[in-house]
């Protein structure tokens, strides 16, 4: 295990990865939890530590179905011109939520925002962790309909490609409309839905 930042798999294999960030939430995750079973599909989800406390259960459903969790680090606060103790804290701590959850393996990060300073990258560097960043991120907390969405990360996809999309942090109506859309769609142009452990492999 070693410090490295990933945006996408390997670009020659129709894989793909689809990831949700700031959950889990009781009524959005479980939802998008349906769309994924309907399709026998795996996902991976960067749950935020204060959520994953709160919703420890929901946390053990995510892995009981066969998705991944990874470290969303634990306020969701940013993590540029923070000091060490700040950044150490924010990410031991969810780590250590998501283990006594009975999260197994090997716990990837991904930053808040998806930024880091020079400070936070030597924290995570000493920490040795893989960051999880992403080459397809619609934005969809900015999207006013599911189609927007939709069309957005199609435009985007391409082997390899890490697909963001939020199942926390707000209303997410449409992101978990734009799932049951999405991952139908993907399959038939051939993809294949793998979980970030597997996509970086
Ligand atoms: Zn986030």
Redesign the pocket.
């Known amino acids: 295990m070693a410090y490295k930042i990933y945006r996408h798999g390997n670009r020659k294999e129709k894989n793909i990865a689809l990831t949700f960030?700031?959950g889990p939430h009781p009524l959005f995750t479980v939802n998008i939890l349906k769309s994924l079973a309907d399709h026998n599909i795996k996902a991976t989800f960067?749950v935020?530590g204060k959520e994953a406390r709160e919703h420890s259960e929901l946390v053990r459903k995510i892995i009981s179905e066969g998705h991944e969790i990874g470290n969303?680090?634990f306020s969701?606060k940013s993590m540029i011109f923070r000091s060490i103790f700040f950044l150490i804290n924010e990410i031991e701590k969810t780590d250590k939520i998501l283990k006594d959850i009975d999260v197994k393996g090997e716990i990837y990060f991904?930053p808040?925002?998806?930024r880091m300073d020079f400070i936070a990258r030597m924290v995570l560097r000493k920490m040795r962790k893989k960051i999880i960043l992403w080459n397809n991120g619609p934005k969809d907390f900015k999207c006013s309909s599911s189609e927007k969405i939709v069309d957005k990360v199609l435009k985007k996809l391409k082997p390899g490609s890490i697909i963001v999309l939020?199942d926390?942090?707000g209303d997410r109506s449409i992101t978990v409309q734009a799932v049951e859309k999405l991952v139908p769609e993907i399959l038939s142009r051939g993809y294949q839905f793998k979980t970030v452990s597997e996509l970086i492999s």
Do not use: E, I, K, Q
């Open positions: 960030d700031d960067f935020t969303h680090s969701h991904r808040p925002y998806g939020h926390g942090g």
